[in-house]
């Protein structure tokens, strides 16, 4: 499985951007997908993640603020960000995961957003 994400970017403080993330090769054998972020300095967290069961989960930062959503028919995925806060600032890695044996984690590239007070 290859991901590609994008949709990176720089904008001010309250604005808005999407990301996309891309998946190619076997990707029927994905069974859970999500974003992660990275903070200049900081550990990678996870920042909202969609189950095998399609449960959702969001990162208590970015509650009420981000979306997360797919498409399977063009396996690609989203990360709707709005009201966005300098605290955001990171690169943004799409994940996507393969439970069945033997289970694998597969990581996009990155894309870095910088959001501006």
């Known amino acids: 499985v290859q991901l590609q994400a994008s949709g990176g970017g720089s904008v001010q403080a309250g604005g808005s951007l999407r990301l996309s993330c891309v998946a190619s090769g076997s990707t029927w054998s994905i069974d859970a997908i999500g974003w992660y972020r990275q903070p200049p300095g900081k550990e990678r967290e996870v920042v909202a993640y969609?189950?095998?069961?399609?449960?959702?989960i969001y990162g208590d930062s970015v509650k009420g603020r981000f979306t997360i959503s797919r498409d399977n028919a063009k396996n690609t995925w989203y990360l709707q960000m709005n009201s966005l806060e300098p605290e955001d600032t990171a690169v943004y890695y799409c994940n996507a995961f393969k439970g069945s044996y033997p289970s694998q984690d597969y990581w996009g590239q990155g894309t870095l957003v910088t959001v501006s007070s």
């Open positions: 969609i189950g095998s069961s399609n449960n959702i």
